[in-house]
């Protein structure tokens, strides 16, 4: 009989694991969550969740402010520490109830039920099973408090004083109540495979806990598996050195009983003593320690390359080409073999290399060595220790190996000699690697690493990425099943989707529902969609956050610092002027460090000279982030961004006033300044995705003056993009202004938002949406009294009335614009004269539109390249059109196109070419080529109503052929 359970159980595990319906539920036992009705309830991350966590672990309890305050602000108290913990207070309590947190003398207290917490269940549960006689009654109790466990506790709190000072000793209680549930079920059932299987995970997962790894013994040995049982022993007593303990008499005095092969049947009552000491223990995050090296003696060959990889996918170039290089029998001079694998964490650099080594084994008939260089941050410690790992195993140790680094060295080299030798050196750094290699020809070496080490030479080179979606499909099936994934394949590309395309995610993700096959996949993929995606992704000693942090902790402090500072971001892009921005450097430096960063693959080269990072990297930059110092840096890039776009709205109209935007902190660094158009349009271009994510998130998080800055920033991006990038079949900016749950709270910003829109629902022919957009901008600006933005929202509506044909109610609108000297410029006031003229044209008064024309040009001359010089060209091109002067009318024709390439606007280019496909048509000329080109244009760069348009001409221009 099997008796399973899950280890890691989450949000779905089962009975137990959460309050009843109406009922709060506070979950410590991994990361800090809240539910109510069994829905979950979002925890204001930083400070607050400290705040809640401190109270729930003492329900009933008073945490005075002092304990508080040392948690909340270990390096550096507010001036008024009771009144900024009061603010989380009262956010806590927006999270749990107005009455939830009671205010004592010289603290607060949780007035809620102590059952709400989790870890008092668990405490319950564990004191029930103590009194309980009935063995499997007390197995039950057990099993459902360990239902109540979900990770790492209190996982994710910043600061983490907390964590550090009370997640190790909850971590212990956890792991007791499981040695206590496996000791009932190999008392009850026997060592059974389920047994067995959950045991090894747990000793795997936490090598130094004695009372698992005894039980597992006893498990093994009791299955007739008495070396499996010994090499349980031999690996924890490894855990325990790398933590500078040694084992304690209860593991001793089994090691001995087996050894001696005494008889270790079940006690007649599992509650008895425990096997082995359990001790407190943090989670390990790194990999089970490798065997220990079996000396070599003279003659003898070393095989310590560990097995084959099972479920190998993927990699057919890489296997060729790097078998190629090993196997080649063209020697090189000097030095041995040497193929190299980089690529950033997690995606197989391990397992392509000794999948390749054993490819290549006989041609290397004198041994193979393992030397796993991921164990120290210090390269040269690092060094001296894996050559002496490489010379034990080659039969040199004790008083014959030399204590300098440097005769080690050459003592290998020597041992090399005349030998063909297979070295695979796992995880190297660049400093440490030259110092390995053998000097023999016939000897070669597999090096991994996370860098590309450039100055290393080799024979070949592989640069892994991640896999693509069919691979990690096929490595996920090779484990769990086709037929499996096959029952629910859109759970199971959402799994695959959460993996994010990487080998080592993928692997775990499959190793997690191999071995709980009662899961559907749909629950996994809720559990890594819902909660803690690094969290879920672990599995015996693999874990995608252990490997992550491998890689963090070898950053210089300032280094780290500022990786963290990434969590600013909205998105998983940065180049270095926004890296100068957040880390508040210069250029120059920001540039070094992100070059640091992409060195040890934690971000990666982009297209267009900025760096990006992966999804699972982007979660382990917000897990490890400070919220508050990443908060600060966001509101420091906005206030940036926001200067920057004033300084390119400025720069396109000198003399038109800027829209309602707010000032940004005092303390932001200065906007970027910008050449001329091009340059503008060279800078928005890449990063408007970005801004409005940006923006987006600001305007979500509802908090002012963020948000004010948020809508000010959307306003002139989309002022802003419209003149130089694209016009606006993108109207998202203004409806996420208009939308935001939290309005900005000067009106003059929702107005020009209003504005926007109007101007975007207009280029799309959206017309009856736009004039009831411009109906809105006017009632705002006149509330406001704004007599500039009223007036400029008239020729607006002027514009849409002709674009509507409804030419007369153009000239009306427009009036008091043109008769204004007042308020407008004089490049809006000839803006004004030009859309008159253009009602005109349209009213068959060709002499009126003229004379408009030429008054506009003496009142404002447009720069050359420029909105307002294209706007111009085609209002010319229409009242030509309308006198009858083609050729005129042609040429500025021509003249927009012209604009519009060099501006950078495909919009504008896509509009110019069909008007010239009109104009054509209009005088009975050929408009099929220009029609055409309007359609590639439109289509190709996704504008939408045009291209419809478009095509209509080109029909059009085709029957009058």
Same mark, same amino acid.
């Given at each position: 009989?099997?008796?399973?359970?899950?280890?890691?159980?989450?949000?779905?595990?089962?009975?137990?694991?959460?309050?009843?319906?109406?009922?709060?539920?506070?979950?410590?036992?991994?990361?800090?969550?809240?539910?109510?009705?069994?829905?979950?309830?979002?925890?204001?991350?930083?400070?607050?969740?400290?705040?809640?966590?401190?109270?729930?672990?003492?329900?009933?309890?008073?945490?005075?402010?002092?304990?508080?305050?040392?948690?909340?602000?270990?390096?550096?108290?507010?001036?008024?520490?009771?009144?900024?913990?009061?603010?989380?207070?009262?956010?806590?309590?927006?999270?749990?109830?107005?009455?939830?947190?009671?205010?004592?003398?010289?603290?607060?207290?949780?007035?809620?039920?102590?059952?709400?917490?989790?870890?008092?269940?668990?405490?319950?549960?564990?004191?029930?099973?103590?009194?309980?006689?009935?063995?499997?009654?007390?197995?039950?109790?057990?099993?459902?408090?360990?239902?109540?466990?979900?990770?790492?506790?209190?996982?994710?709190?910043?600061?983490?004083?907390?964590?550090?000072?009370?997640?190790?000793?909850?971590?212990?209680?956890?792991?007791?109540?499981?040695?206590?549930?496996?000791?009932?079920?190999?008392?009850?059932?026997?060592?059974?495979?389920?047994?067995?299987?959950?045991?090894?995970?747990?000793?795997?997962?936490?090598?130094?806990?004695?009372?698992?790894?005894?039980?597992?013994?006893?498990?093994?040995?009791?299955?007739?598996?008495?070396?499996?049982?010994?090499?349980?022993?031999?690996?924890?007593?490894?855990?325990?050195?790398?933590?500078?303990?040694?084992?304690?008499?209860?593991?001793?005095?089994?090691?001995?009983?087996?050894?001696?092969?005494?008889?270790?049947?079940?006690?007649?009552?599992?509650?008895?003593?425990?096997?082995?000491?359990?001790?407190?223990?943090?989670?390990?995050?790194?990999?089970?320690?490798?065997?220990?090296?079996?000396?070599?003696?003279?003659?003898?060959?070393?095989?310590?390359?560990?097995?084959?990889?099972?479920?190998?996918?993927?990699?057919?170039?890489?296997?060729?080409?790097?078998?190629?290089?090993?196997?080649?029998?063209?020697?090189?001079?000097?030095?041995?073999?040497?193929?190299?694998?980089?690529?950033?964490?997690?995606?197989?650099?391990?397992?392509?290399?000794?999948?390749?080594?054993?490819?290549?084994?006989?041609?290397?008939?004198?041994?193979?060595?393992?030397?796993?260089?991921?164990?120290?941050?210090?390269?040269?410690?690092?060094?001296?220790?894996?050559?002496?790992?490489?010379?034990?195993?080659?039969?040199?140790?004790?008083?014959?190996?030399?204590?300098?680094?440097?005769?080690?060295?050459?003592?290998?080299?020597?041992?090399?000699?005349?030998?063909?030798?297979?070295?695979?050196?796992?995880?190297?750094?660049?400093?440490?690697?030259?110092?390995?290699?053998?000097?023999?020809?016939?000897?070669?070496?597999?090096?991994?690493?996370?860098?590309?080490?450039?100055?290393?030479?080799?024979?070949?080179?592989?640069?892994?990425?991640?896999?693509?979606?069919?691979?990690?499909?096929?490595?996920?099936?090779?484990?769990?099943?086709?037929?499996?994934?096959?029952?629910?394949?859109?759970?199971?590309?959402?799994?695959?989707?959460?993996?994010?395309?990487?080998?080592?995610?993928?692997?775990?993700?499959?190793?997690?529902?191999?071995?709980?096959?009662?899961?559907?996949?749909?629950?996994?993929?809720?559990?890594?969609?819902?909660?803690?995606?690094?969290?879920?992704?672990?599995?015996?000693?693999?874990?995608?956050?252990?490997?992550?942090?491998?890689?963090?902790?070898?950053?210089?402090?300032?280094?780290?610092?500022?990786?963290?500072?990434?969590?600013?971001?909205?998105?998983?892009?940065?180049?270095?002027?926004?890296?100068?921005?957040?880390?508040?450097?210069?250029?120059?430096?920001?540039?070094?460090?992100?070059?640091?960063?992409?060195?040890?693959?934690?971000?990666?080269?982009?297209?267009?000279?900025?760096?990006?990072?992966?999804?699972?990297?982007?979660?382990?930059?917000?897990?490890?982030?400070?919220?508050?110092?990443?908060?600060?840096?966001?509101?420091?890039?906005?206030?940036?961004?926001?200067?920057?776009?004033?300084?390119?709205?400025?720069?396109?109209?000198?003399?038109?006033?800027?829209?309602?935007?707010?000032?940004?902190?005092?303390?932001?660094?200065?906007?970027?300044?910008?050449?001329?158009?091009?340059?503008?349009?060279?800078?928005?271009?890449?990063?408007?995705?970005?801004?409005?994510?940006?923006?987006?998130?600001?305007?979500?998080?509802?908090?002012?003056?963020?948000?004010?800055?948020?809508?000010?920033?959307?306003?002139?991006?989309?002022?802003?993009?419209?003149?130089?990038?694209?016009?606006?079949?993108?109207?998202?900016?203004?409806?996420?202004?208009?939308?935001?749950?939290?309005?900005?709270?000067?009106?003059?910003?929702?107005?020009?938002?209003?504005?926007?829109?109007?101007?975007?629902?207009?280029?799309?022919?959206?017309?009856?949406?736009?004039?009831?957009?411009?109906?809105?901008?006017?009632?705002?600006?006149?509330?406001?009294?704004?007599?500039?933005?009223?007036?400029?929202?008239?020729?607006?509506?002027?514009?849409?009335?002709?674009?509507?044909?409804?030419?007369?109610?153009?000239?009306?609108?427009?009036?008091?614009?043109?008769?204004?000297?007042?308020?407008?410029?004089?490049?809006?006031?000839?803006?004004?004269?030009?859309?008159?003229?253009?009602?005109?044209?349209?009213?068959?008064?060709?002499?009126?539109?003229?004379?408009?024309?030429?008054?506009? /040009?003496?009142?404002? *001359?447009?720069?050359?390249?420029?909105? &307002?010089? =294209?706007? %111009? #060209? !085609?209002?010319?091109? @229409? +009242?030509?059109?309308?006198?009858?002067?083609?050729?005129?009318?042609?040429?500025?024709?021509?003249?927009?196109?012209?604009?519009?390439?060099?501006?950078?606007?495909?919009?504008?280019?896509?509009?110019?070419?069909? /008007?010239?496909?009109? *104009?054509?048509?209009?005088?009975?000329? &050929?408009? =099929?080529? %220009? #029609? !055409?080109?309007?359609? @590639? +244009?439109?289509?190709?760069?996704?504008?939408?109503?045009?291209?419809?348009?478009?095509?209509?001409?080109?029909?059009?221009?085709?029957?009058?052929?």
């Amino acid at each position: 009989m099997t008796h399973t359970r899950d280890l890691e159980a989450g949000p779905h595990g089962g009975p137990g694991e959460v309050a009843e319906p109406g009922a709060l539920d506070i979950r410590l036992l991994g990361a800090v969550e809240v539910r109510r009705d069994g829905q979950p309830v979002p925890v204001p991350s930083g400070r607050p969740a400290v705040v809640l966590a401190a109270l729930a672990l003492r329900p009933g309890g008073v945490v005075s402010h002092g304990t508080l305050a040392r948690l909340l602000w270990p390096d550096a108290q507010p001036e008024h520490p009771r009144a900024a913990l009061q603010t989380h207070v009262t956010r806590v309590r927006a999270v749990l109830g107005r009455t939830a947190v009671e205010s004592t003398g010289d603290g607060y207290r949780l007035e809620l039920a102590r059952d709400v917490v989790d870890v008092t269940r668990l405490r319950g549960l564990s004191a029930a099973a103590r009194a309980l006689d009935d063995l499997p009654g007390r197995l039950a109790l057990l099993d459902q408090a360990l239902l109540l466990w979900r990770g790492n506790p209190l996982a994710g709190l910043w600061p983490d004083v907390l964590t550090r000072q009370t997640a190790p000793s909850l971590l212990d209680e956890v792991l007791s109540v499981a040695e206590r549930a496996h000791e009932l079920r190999l008392a009850l059932h026997g060592p059974d495979d389920g047994v067995i299987r959950e045991l090894r995970a747990l000793v795997t997962a936490y090598p130094e806990r004695e009372r698992a790894a005894g039980q597992l013994m006893i498990a093994l040995y009791r299955e007739g598996r008495q070396g499996d049982a010994l090499g349980v022993f031999h690996g924890t007593v490894q855990a325990l050195r790398a933590a500078g303990r040694r084992p304690g008499p209860e593991l001793a005095a089994l090691h001995a009983r087996l050894l001696t092969g005494d008889d270790l049947a079940a006690p007649d009552d599992a509650r008895g003593p425990a096997t082995a000491p359990s001790a407190p223990s943090a989670p390990s995050a790194a990999p089970a320690p490798a065997p220990v090296a079996v000396p070599a003696g003279p003659g003898t060959r070393p095989a310590q390359l560990p097995s084959r990889p099972p479920s190998f996918v993927g990699r057919a170039a890489e296997v060729a080409t790097l078998t190629a290089a090993l196997c080649d029998d063209a020697a090189p001079v000097g030095r041995c073999r040497t193929v190299v694998v980089s690529g950033p964490g997690g995606t197989g650099k391990t397992t392509l290399a000794l999948r390749v080594a054993h490819e290549v084994l006989d041609r290397y008939p004198d041994g193979q060595l393992f030397a796993d260089l991921r164990t120290s941050s210090d390269a040269a410690a690092l060094g001296t220790d894996a050559l002496a790992g490489l010379l034990r195993a080659l039969g040199v140790g004790g008083p014959d190996l030399p204590p300098c680094p440097q005769e080690r060295a050459e003592l290998f080299r020597r041992l090399c000699t005349g030998r063909r030798l297979l070295v695979l050196m796992d995880d190297a750094d660049p400093d440490t690697v030259g110092s390995l290699l053998p000097a023999e020809s016939g000897c070669a070496v597999i090096v991994t690493s996370r860098r590309r080490i450039p100055d290393l030479p080799a024979d070949a080179r592989a640069d892994l990425g991640m896999f693509s979606e069919p691979e990690a499909r096929e490595l996920l099936a090779s484990v769990v099943g086709a037929d499996r994934l096959a029952a629910e394949p859109g759970a199971t590309t959402a799994v695959l989707d959460r993996c994010a395309g990487s080998p080592l995610a993928v692997r775990i993700a499959a190793g997690r529902l191999a071995t709980r096959p009662a899961w559907p996949i749909e629950h996994f993929a809720g559990r890594l969609s819902d909660g803690d995606r690094l969290g879920e992704l672990r599995a015996g000693g693999l874990a995608v956050r252990a490997m992550l942090d491998a890689t963090y902790v070898s950053l210089q402090p300032v280094q780290a610092q500022r990786y963290r500072l990434l969590a600013a971001l909205t998105g998983a892009g940065i180049e270095a002027e926004t890296a100068a921005v957040v880390w508040e450097v210069d250029v120059d430096e920001a540039r070094r460090l992100l070059e640091r960063l992409a060195d040890i693959r934690l971000l990666e080269p982009a297209p267009g000279g900025g760096y990006g990072w992966h999804d699972l990297v982007d979660d382990h930059i917000r897990a490890v982030a400070d919220p508050v110092a990443a908060e600060a840096a966001r509101h420091r890039l906005l206030g940036y961004l926001l200067l920057t776009l004033r300084n390119a709205r400025l720069r396109l109209r000198p003399s038109d006033s800027v829209p309602g935007v707010p000032e940004p902190p005092g303390d932001c660094p200065p906007g970027r300044q910008f050449a001329d158009r091009c340059e503008i349009h060279a800078w928005l271009h890449p990063r408007r995705t970005q801004l409005v994510a940006l923006a987006r998130a600001e305007l979500a998080a509802g908090e002012y003056p963020a948000v004010d800055h948020a809508a000010g920033l959307l306003v002139l991006l989309d002022a802003v993009a419209r003149e130089c990038c694209d016009s606006g079949d993108d109207e998202e900016a203004a409806r996420t202004v208009l939308a935001a749950a939290t309005p900005p709270s000067h009106p003059g910003i929702t107005a020009a938002a209003w504005t926007n829109l109007t101007l975007t629902l207009a280029a799309q022919h959206r017309l009856d949406e736009a004039v009831a957009a411009a109906d809105h901008a006017v009632r705002l600006r006149r509330e406001l009294g704004d007599r500039y933005g009223e007036l400029i929202m008239f020729e607006n509506q002027a514009c849409i009335h002709v674009e509507a044909g409804r030419y007369q109610d153009a000239v009306d609108v427009i009036a008091a614009c043109v008769a204004d000297r007042e308020f407008l410029s004089a490049q809006v006031r000839a803006r004004c004269l030009r859309t008159r003229a253009r009602a005109y044209a349209g009213l068959g008064r060709c002499a009126d539109a003229h004379a408009d024309l030429a008054a506009a /040009d003496s009142v404002e *001359t447009p720069a050359p390249v420029s909105y &307002d010089a =294209h706007y %111009a #060209a !085609a209002v010319t091109t @229409a +009242v030509h059109r309308a006198a009858g002067d083609r050729d005129a009318a042609l040429r500025s024709c021509r003249q927009a196109v012209d604009i519009a390439v060099a501006l950078g606007s495909t919009w504008m280019r896509a509009l110019s070419l069909l /008007d010239t496909a009109r *104009t054509l048509r209009h005088f009975g000329a &050929d408009g =099929h080529q %220009a #029609a !055409a080109d309007a359609v @590639a +244009v439109a289509v190709e760069n996704r504008h939408v109503r045009l291209a419809a348009e478009a095509r209509a001409e080109l029909t059009l221009a085709g029957a009058g052929r």
